[in-house]
C-alpha cells in the first residue's frame, strides 16, 4: 500500500531557486497538509486543504505556494528560495479534520545553500 | 492562534524508569491526539481523546484527558529503549496543529 508519497527525499537549492514538492496520497482522503520541521523542533503548519480546489493558510505559510487541482496530489511551491527555507518538509492526509487519524509521508529533506 | 506548549522539552532516562510529558493549550480541545515520531520517519498516531477526564490505555502507555479540556498527558510505565522518539500532541479540530514536541531518550 503506498498510503502518502513524497518527491524527492533530498534536494539541494541555491538561493533564489525555485521547486515544487510533490504529495500523493492513494486513499482517497479529503484533508491534505504541508508541515516544516526544523532541527530539534515540532511541525509547523504551512498550508492544509479541505478538498480539491480549497486551500487555506496555516501558521508559516510566508514563502510557499500550494494548490489542490485533484483529491490525490497537494503540491508545495518554494518561488525563491531562501536559506530560512532549510527543512525536513512533511505531507499528510487524513480523511477529515476532527479527530481522525492522519497519515504522513517520509519526508524531503531540502538544503537551501 | 491556539498554541500547544509541552513539558518537558528532552527527556533522557534509563530503562525501566517511569516518566509523564504533557501538552497545554491556550484554548478547549474539541479533539487531542498523541504522535510519536521516530528519526527519519513521520509521526504516527497513538491515540485520540476527546472527552475531559477521558483516560486511554495502549500497553504501558497511558493517555489523560484534563477535565476542562485545556491539557493532556502521557504516561509511560517502565520505558524501553524502543520508546525513544518525539512524542507531538496535536489539536485535530479543523486542521491539524502540532504542539512543540517531547523527544524522549530512553538508555539500556
Known amino acids: 500500500n503506498a498510503g502518502v508519497t513524497q518527491t524527492p527525499k533530498f534536494r539541494i537549492l541555491k538561493i533564489g531557486q525555485s521547486m515544487t514538492l510533490q504529495c500523493t496520497q492513494d486513499m482517497n482522503h479529503n484533508y491534505m497538509y504541508w508541515y516544516r520541521q526544523d532541527p530539534g523542533m515540532g511541525l509547523k503548519l504551512i498550508y492544509y486543504?479541505?478538498?480539491?480546489?480549497?486551500?487555506d493558510k496555516g501558521e508559516v505559510p510566508n514563502g510557499y505556494n500550494v494548490s489542490r487541482s485533484t483529491t490525490e496530489d497537494f503540491p508545495l511551491r518554494l518561488e525563491l528560495a531562501a536559506p530560512s527555507q532549510t527543512s525536513v518538509y512533511f505531507c499528510a492526509s487524513g480523511r477529515q479534520g476532527d479527530g481522525t487519524e492522519a497519515f504522513f509521508g517520509q519526508g524531503t529533506r531540502l538544503t537551501v545553500v | 492562534t491556539q498554541l500547544l506548549e509541552q513539558s518537558p522539552q528532552f527527556l533522557s532516562i534509563q530503562e525501566g524508569e517511569n516518566l509523564t510529558v504533557y501538552c497545554n493549550s491556550s484554548s478547549v480541545f474539541s479533539s487531542l491526539q498523541w504522535y510519536r515520531q521516530e528519526p527519519g520517519e513521520g509521526p504516527v498516531l497513538l491515540v485520540t481523546v476527546v472527552t475531559g477526564g477521558e483516560v486511554k490505555k495502549l500497553k504501558r502507555l497511558t493517555f489523560q484527558f484534563g477535565d476542562a479540556r485545556k491539557d493532556s498527558s502521557l504516561h509511560i510505565t517502565a520505558a524501553q529503549p524502543g520508546d525513544t522518539g518525539l512524542y507531538l500532541c496535536a489539536d485535530n479540530t479543523d486542521k491539524l496543529i502540532f504542539g512543540t514536541g517531547t523527544r524522549l531518550q530512553v538508555f539500556p
Open positions: 486543504s479541505v478538498g480539491a480546489g480549497i486551500t
